[in-house]
């Protein structure tokens, strides 16, 4: 066992640390307040090769890997949570066709999104269908050279601004799951009507609904099989939870140290706080959940890049991670009391960017699922 990380991926992780603290840091606030959609950073980070870590050269990568982009994401989601989002955007859709597509497909989509000449997202959850993906109701009707895409995707991040991506519908909806299929699309065509939906964190990560009304998709654009959808999905959601993951792990980090740095500076009683056993208790436990939560991760991504199973160690960390973030967030806000709730400080706002983390990509109940169900004998978690 080796828990020593090789100069490269250092190199990395210190990479988006600067770009982090450089370019984010200084309008996280400002961005956070006013809902900006950072394009220009979305497409620095592209240029930084943070979109192109699981991706091979040959279609624009750097083949890193899972543990580059955890370490990355973990330092861009440190300084402002709602950036990591942009990261997740486009590995998902990139990876998924790289492994799903056809070469011509790789070819086609892949070098746009590690880029981000292609603002991306995937389009998976539905009014009715949230952690419960086989109901989703959304169809996909061939015709002709296409398919007729009709129904509604809500809470789609990046919605607003997408100019392409990955959504997963049913083209027979008569065999349960086994009739979803999952396609790639551009989103210039007529048909597809967007509407920006306000959430309590990640504010300058644009979320919002897409309505199709016959919109048209090329059938060259299905990934896989008719039928393949689900199984993609599933496939699809494991890999991007470790960018959630990797996120509140730069939550939980950041919420600790603010209530370290106030720890050591703010007086009550004749003395600085961090003297207080109480403080010094919750301070032990974020360090304990984050460490924890952080070796959880690293594991799971190892496992990627190994091409060994994870979905059940990655379901472990990403439940631990975001828990450490929400029990982080929540510890630095009592211990900042006023100056925690206050909006003119940082620590409201990882309060309110850790509890996306408890929702997304599978909320901590369905981790919890198939943690549980995988120990029972269920249901294994690595099929
Ligand atoms: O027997 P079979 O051949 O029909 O296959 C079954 C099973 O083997 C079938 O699917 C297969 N399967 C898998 N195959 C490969 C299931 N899981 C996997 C897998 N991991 N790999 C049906 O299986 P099932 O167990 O009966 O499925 P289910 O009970 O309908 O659903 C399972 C589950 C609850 C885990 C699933 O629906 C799920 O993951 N739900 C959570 C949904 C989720 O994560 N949504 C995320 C939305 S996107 C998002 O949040 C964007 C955030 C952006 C950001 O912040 O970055």
Redesign the pocket.
Known sequence: MDFELSDELIAVRDLAREFAEKEIAPTAAKDDKEKNFRADLVKKMGELGFYGTMIPETYGGNDLGFLAMVLSTEEIARVHSAMR?AI?MQIGPAITILQFGTEEQKKKFIPGLVSSDTIAC?A??EPDA?????ALRTTATKDGDNYLLNGSKIWI?NAPVTNGGLIYAYTDRSQK??GMSAFYADWDGPGLTRKPLEMLGARCSPIGEMIFDNFRIPAANRLGKEGDG??IC??Q??Q?RL??AAGALGVARAAKEAALSYCNQRVQFGQKIGEFQMNQDLIAQMIAHEEAARLLIYRAAWLADQKKPN?LETSIGKYSAAEAANFAADAAMKILGAYGYSTEFPVERYYRDAK?YQI???SSN?QK??IAQDALGY?K?N?
């Open positions: 989002v997740n995937f998976i959850t949230g952690s419960d993906v086989a991040s799951h086994r689900f199984k599933m496939w959601l494991n991007t960018n959630c979905n996306s997304v990509e599978g369905i699922i198939i249901r978690a099929r």
